[in-house]
């Protein structure tokens, strides 16, 4: 039984540049919760897809945006890329769009030069 | 806005010490409370979680926490670490309104043996 999967691993760009990341669930989960994680700090809530729709959202900008496909998996797309936008971008899947059996995947770290 | 606050950010111990990490949240209403783990090179891992019932909940690999209500804190112990348990060690919680997971900043541990 597959966990989460998160592709690439590592990802380089530059300001200005987009980006997209990918995410597979683990097998049986619907949702998907995505998460930056700045060096040194804990990761923070980006927002969470159910049902190919987003369901909750944190504090991040409109650059921020994603996407759910019908087999469940998710991306999540970063646009005008900023410095501050470096970090390891955490993807969690849980089943039945609850967030209280979250299984996290090993992230894709973006570095933007 | 909830809020998780770690007071350790970093920990260092030898083998066979006692451990407690403190973890205090900010949200009056009902919560679940979460620790997870964060081993060198590995993905985060769900250590415990806390939903209702015994305040006293026993996780993986030895460790439990304490939920005192009066408190708002959720801290985290094992009666003696090993130095298989140096990781990175998060608090989060969740509230049944909101369904985001919120973490804290995180806290170092280091086991030296």
């Known amino acids: 039984d597959a966990g989460v999967t998160q592709s690439p691993t590592h990802l380089i760009k530059t300001r200005g540049q987009q980006v997209t990341l990918r995410c597979s669930p683990k097998?049986?989960?619907?949702?998907v919760s995505w998460y930056q994680q700045a060096l040194g700090q804990g990761p923070q809530f980006i927002f969470q897809?159910?049902?190919?729709?987003?369901?909750q959202r944190g504090n991040f900008p409109d650059r921020f945006s994603g996407h759910q496909f019908p087999n469940y998996s998710s991306e999540l797309n970063v646009n005008a890329l900023l410095l501050g936008d470096s970090a390891l971008y955490l993807c969690?899947?849980?089943?039945?769009?609850?967030?209280?059996?979250?299984?996290f995947g090993p992230g894709t770290r973006l570095t933007v030069l | 806005a909830q809020s998780v606050s770690q007071h350790n950010h970093h920990v260092i111990l030898s083998e066979a010490a006692s451990l407690e990490l403190g973890c205090n949240y900010s949200?009056?209403?009902?919560?679940?409370l979460f620790w997870y783990v964060q081993y060198p090179g590995q993905h985060l891992q769900l250590l415990l979680k806390?939903?209702?019932?015994?305040?006293l909940v026993k996780g993986i690999k030895g460790f439990e926490a304490e939920f005192i209500k009066s408190k708002f804190s959720f801290n985290l112990r094992k009666p003696s670490v090993q130095w298989s348990d140096t990781a990175e060690y998060f608090c989060?919680?969740?509230?049944?309104?909101?369904?985001?997971?919120?973490f804290g900043t995180g806290t170092r541990l280091q086991v030296f043996p």
């Open positions: 969690a899947s849980s089943p039945g769009g609850r967030t209280d059996t979250q299984y």
């Open positions: 097998s049986g989960h619907d949702t």
């Open positions: 897809y159910y049902e190919e729709e987003e369901r």
């Open positions: 949200y009056g209403g009902t919560v679940n």
């Open positions: 806390y939903f209702s019932g015994d305040p």
């Open positions: 989060a919680v969740n509230s049944f309104n909101t369904d985001k997971l919120i």
